[in-house]
């Protein structure tokens, strides 16, 4: 069993950056890939960004390429996104996800463990 605990949201300004973190429990979190998922008020859960167990392989969505950058420091046991450039659209709630392998996949349903969520508000 793997926890995800998301951190990081919070209410920022058109243009500005944000941090997730999500920190994951348990001993084997470099044998995950990862990913960050995101849901807006009336609409369904899409992809964000992904990560491979090493980092060395990362996906993601068209809307946030070349804004975000997924990492994860394995030693941490912990994933982030960078996220910049923000736009008001890119307000959600946004959720860690782990997958119980060490290849990335874009799709919500293959993965495993979801953290709660945390807030993100882009104010134009």
């Known amino acids: 069993q793997v926890q995800l605990v998301e951190s990081g949201g919070g209410l920022v300004q058109a243009g500005g950056s944000l941090r997730l973190s999500c920190a994951a429990s348990g001993r084997t979190f470099s044998t995950y890939s990862m990913g960050w998922f995101r849901q807006a008020p009336g609409k369904e859960r899409e992809f964000v960004a992904a990560i491979n167990w090493s980092g060395g392989r990362t996906y993601y969505a068209d809307s946030v390429k070349g804004r975000f950058t997924i990492s994860r420091d394995n030693a941490k046991n912990t994933v982030y996104v960078q996220m910049n450039s923000l736009k008001p659209e890119d307000t959600a709630v946004y959720y860690c996800?782990?997958?119980?392998?060490?290849?990335?996949?874009?799709?919500?349903?293959?993965?495993?463990?979801w953290g709660q969520g945390t807030q993100v508000t882009v104010s134009s």
């Open positions: 996800a782990a997958r119980r392998s060490v290849t990335a996949v874009v799709v919500d349903y293959e993965y495993d463990y």
